[in-house]
């Protein structure tokens, strides 16, 4: 069966073995995701993001451009497996070539630094997804669990070019003005506003201002697992409402509030596969799809890499879900929802 990933950050795990001077290659390595695998399991489209984490860098703009060279570089290197896409015809031409896609995603608004020139420049680069924020409050937005500022490397500036003061302890725990503008920018490009990572408020102020259907590439359902970075069963309703997708997420601690042995939360497909039935409970079964997020991740998975897909299939078959309603989840569901929006 086909499989589309709403999101991994195997560009950014390569990127920072190679800062360690360690070789890492995106072809075969011992990551959850590589090429090979990934061909093994049958994937039509992989998700590629470029992760900007602000408590490791103070200069986001300059670690986006170092990460887009490794894709850029693997994408050559690998072309007789995976070819870039930045278009639905773009899937379906490598389809027909029988090459994997790849769509490179941005996760930290933050990277644009303010800019809506930036994001447009993002936009030219193959850029067609973009998570507003990580988890620290930033321009764009506040995040849905935030880390401490104290941990920060980036220095947010104080005032805006017109010299007006930015407060980044914002009591309505939302979009910022500027991230209101940024999501009409993006719709205006064809670039995919992905709200996993931001508050409740933020994502009901998507909900109200976006014109488009939007994502969560990497979320899970908070009925389950009360994490604030879950989604709650009102906004799972609100995104599928707008035609939007959810990616359900293989992080062990977004699947169970309840840690195992030695206090370690393990990643059972049984999980992934509650909450994939919780979700298209509430939204249907046309919201949901698959955002593992994949070496961002610990190992701690019963699903070790990407190339075992198939205990989740029979999981999902144990949970009651029919063939074509599995072939939804695992990929047409997402391929739709690009043929809508790329």
Known sequence: MKIIDLHCDTISRIYQERKQKKEASLRENLFHVDLLKMKRADYLLQNFALFIDLSDTDHPYETFHEQLAIYQEEMKKNSDLIVPVTSYSDITANKKQGKMSALLTLEEGEACCRSLEKLREFHKLGVRMMTFTWNYPNSLGVPAEPAPLWQLKYCFPKKTKSGKPLNYCRPQKGLTSLGQEFLCEMESLGMIPDVSHLSDQGIKEVCQFAKK??????????????????????????????????????????????????????????????????????????????????????????????????????????????????????????????????
């Open 213 to 342: 259907p939007f994502c969560a590439s990497h979320s899970n359902a908070r009925s389950l697992c009360h994490r604030r970075r879950n989604l709650p069963d009102h906004l799972i309703r609100s995104i599928a409402d707008r035609g939007g997708i959810i990616g359900a997420n293989y992080y062990g601690p977004f699947l169970c509030d309840v840690p195992g042995e030695e206090n370690q939360y393990f990643s059972y497909v049984r999980d992934i596969a509650l909450h994939i039935r919780h979700i298209a409970n509430r939204g249907g079964i046309s919201c949901i799809g698959l955002g593992s997020d994949f070496d961002g991740i610990d190992d701690n998975l019963e699903l070790k890499n990407c190339s075992h897909l198939e205990l989740l299939e029979h999981e999902l078959q144990k949970c009651g879900f029919h063939a074509s309603e599995i072939e939804q989840i695992f990929y047409r569901n997402v391929l739709n929802f690009y043929h809508e929006l790329l």
